[in-house]
């Protein structure tokens, strides 16, 4: 008869699996991030330094062409609210580094071919080897708010 796994120890036994080839490891994260459902961008002392597939597609350039710009390099001057954006942004980049909680908030983007669409920002800040990063992840909303909108 066999013992059956509790799904803790199933846990630590895949855990172990996956430390004996750290390289296994970061594939798997690095393909989870690349085909992950939504627009994620790592941004580093405001520039943007990092952004998977989705991004690309969202912003309709080349992960190339992301690497180096700001999140104003995406937004037009004023938001819908009437508020310039880049004052808008430089608190929210505050309100971020200055605290350990998500910040989640709609945003009017701009692509370079200046076409506007809505999107629900959220925004984390994580620390790798010291270092202080803040994930963006950016969902296109423009649809669901032209139909709720009418």
Request: one cysteine or more; charged letters at 25%; hydrophobic letters at 40%.
């Amino acid at each position: 008869m066999t013992k059956k796994r509790s799904n803790k120890q199933h846990k630590v036994e895949t855990s172990a699996v996956m430390l004996q080839n750290p390289w296994d490891f970061v594939e798997t994260y690095r393909a989870l991030y690349d085909n992950a459902a939504v627009a994620i961008l790592v941004l580093k002392n405001g520039v943007y330094v990092d952004c998977n597939r989705m991004a690309e597609q969202l912003l309709e350039i080349s992960k190339t062409e992301i690497i180096g710009t700001t999140p104003l390099s995406f937004s037009p001057k004023f938001q819908l609210d009437g508020v310039e954006s880049e004052g808008r942004i430089e608190q929210i980049l505050n309100q971020v580094y200055s605290s350990d909680s998500p910040v989640s908030f709609e945003w009017l983007n701009v692509r370079f071919d200046n076409t506007f669409f809505i999107s629900r920002v959220n925004l984390n800040k994580i620390d790798i080897s010291g270092q202080i990063f803040i994930l963006v992840f950016i969902s296109d909303v423009t649809e669901y708010k032209r139909n709720i909108n009418e």
